[in-house]
């Protein structure tokens, strides 16, 4: 790394832990405005996100206006710019005030039936509300492990690490070393989670239907349930907005279960879409989840040429 680039770097990580810690100790209701503020000035200037939120909309609400589907999707980037105000919030705040603000645990008796019955448990957390709320309250409540992969900005990593295991979590490298680490912690009969919506390396997934279109899904889960037997249920921090959070705990598809890695991956996804239901608005939709494509992975020459993004 070059010398401008690590000064420029180290600049970038100041301004944004500067901007962190001068909201951490905002109400959640001025963050909300601010956010109803800004989230319609970045549907309107940021083109990148913009387009990808309604292409993504329109693939998996086909049957939805455009009318409707554009205001899906301000709300949906209104959403997304709380989630990322709300940073200083979960990583820098209060303890006991961030533990205020989760106002409704649903589902919790699945994560205490597990631990019972001897079984770790797996939490699949898509990028919907505020993950980090959900990642604080976890590691508050259950011994819990995560994996982590250190930020492009590389002074923030140690914000981001502080921030996320301040309440005990343990966080451990995306490669094998940190899969072991997983694995231990389950036969521990502790919790773990996964971002079951990240796209994966190639030959570390298969294709399975996200609202009926394929799309590259890991595989890690079957690899974990097959040799630990422990529970998946899928987690969420829904926003109530300017009020606080909802925690919601579901019953993973039972497909997730099955041996066959296909099998697996597609009840993850139903896992994902059944958590999105419950309030379309707050999932990250400006994510491409299905940028790698069947046709690219079969060697097809006009494969871009299919390519939505």
């Known amino acids: 790394m070059s010398e401008d680039t690590s000064r420029r770097d180290r600049l970038q990580a100041g301004a944004i832990a500067t901007l962190w810690r001068s909201l951490a100790g905002r109400r959640l ?10 989230g319609p000035l970045v549907h309107r200037f940021s083109k990148r996100e913009r387009q990808i939120t309604e292409t993504n909309l329109a693939i998996v609400y086909p049957e939805v206006s455009e009318t409707k589907r554009r205001r899906l999707a301000r709300e949906s980037l209104t959403h997304s710019t ?7 919030f979960a990583w820098m705040d209060d303890p006991e005030r961030v533990e205020a603000s989760i106002v409704e645990v649903h589902g919790r008796e699945l994560l205490d039936e597990a631990r019972a019955e001897g079984r770790g448990v797996i939490v699949l957390a898509p990028h919907f509300g505020n993950w980090e709320v959900l990642n604080f309250w976890l590691s508050g409540h259950f011994p819990f492990t995560a994996m982590y992969e250190p930020p492009k900005i590389a002074p923030l990593d140690p914000i981001i690490r502080h921030g996320r295991e301040r309440r005990g979590a343990e966080l451990v490298p995306t490669n094998p070393r940190g899969v072991a680490a997983l694995l231990k912690a389950l036969k521990r009969c502790e919790a773990v989670g996964i971002l079951p919506d990240q796209e994966p390396d190639w030959g570390s997934g298969v294709f399975a239907p ?17 040799r630990t037997q422990a529970r998946v249920v899928t987690g969420v921090a829904r926003r109530l907005p300017g009020r606080g959070f909802a925690l919601h705990f579901l019953a993973a598809d039972e497909r997730v279960f099955d041996s066959d890695e296909t099998a697996s991956a597609s009840g993850v996804n139903a896992s994902v879409e059944a958590a999105i239901a419950l309030d379309p608005a707050q999932y990250q939709w400006e994510y491409k989840r299905y940028r790698k494509t069947p046709e690219e992975a079969a060697g097809d020459p006009d494969f871009r040429r299919a390519r939505i993004y």
């Open 29 to 38: 209701s001025t963050l909300w405005r601010l956010s109803r503020i800004a």
């Open 210 to 226: 996200f609202y009926g279109r394929p799309a590259y899904t890991a595989t890690l889960l079957p690899k974990l349930v097959a």
């Open 82 to 88: 709380a989630t990322m105000l709300e940073l200083g």
